[in-house]
Nanobody
Framework: QVQLVESGGGLVQAGGSLTLFCAVSGSIFSIDTMGWYRRAPGKQRELVASITSGGSSNYANSVKGRFTISRDNAKHTVYLQMSSLKPEDTAEYCC??????????????????WGKGTQVTVSS
C-alpha cells in the first residue's frame, strides 16, 4: 500500500511564509505527476500547483509568483513553498500523486493517491 503524509501547515500572518511537505511511502514502482490541492470552507477543491517527474510545473493563477512547487524524486517527496500569504489562501491543503505500484504476478497498477491534508490558516 502507498501512503501520502503531509506536514508543515499552521497559522501564519498575512504576508508570511510556510512550506508544506508531502512524503510518499510504500510499494512504489514510479511516481508521475505530483500536485497540491486545496479546499477552503464552502468552496470546491482546486488545484494549486503540480509538477511532473521531469520537473515541469503548473500553477493556479491565484498563486503564481507566490508559491513554488518542487520535488525530490529520490525521497519521493513534494514541497510547496508559499510566500506572501493572503487570508484567501486559508484552506486544507492536500497532496496527490500518480503512483504506479507493483502487484502480485508482476502487474503494474497506476492510480491517483491522496494524503489526508494539512490545514493552512492565514490571519489578516
Amino acid at each position: 500500500q502507498v501512503q501520502l503524509v503531509e506536514s508543515g501547515g499552521g497559522l501564519v500572518q498575512a504576508g508570511g511564509s510556510l512550506t508544506l511537505f508531502c512524503a510518499v511511502s510504500g510499494s512504489i514502482f514510479s511516481i508521475d505527476t505530483m500536485g497540491w490541492y486545496r479546499r477552503a470552507p464552502g468552496k470546491q477543491r482546486e488545484l494549486v500547483a503540480s509538477i511532473t517527474s521531469g520537473g515541469s510545473s503548473n500553477y493556479a493563477n491565484s498563486v503564481k509568483g507566490r508559491f513554488t512547487i518542487s520535488r525530490d524524486n529520490a525521497k519521493h517527496t513534494v514541497y510547496l513553498q508559499m510566500s506572501s500569504l493572503k487570508p484567501e489562501d486559508t484552506a486544507e491543503y492536500c497532496c496527490s500523486a500518480r503512483i504506479t505500484t507493483p502487484q502480485p504476478g508482476g502487474v503494474l497498477v497506476e492510480y491517483d493517491a491522496w494524503g489526508k491534508g494539512t490545514q493552512v490558516t492565514v490571519s489578516s
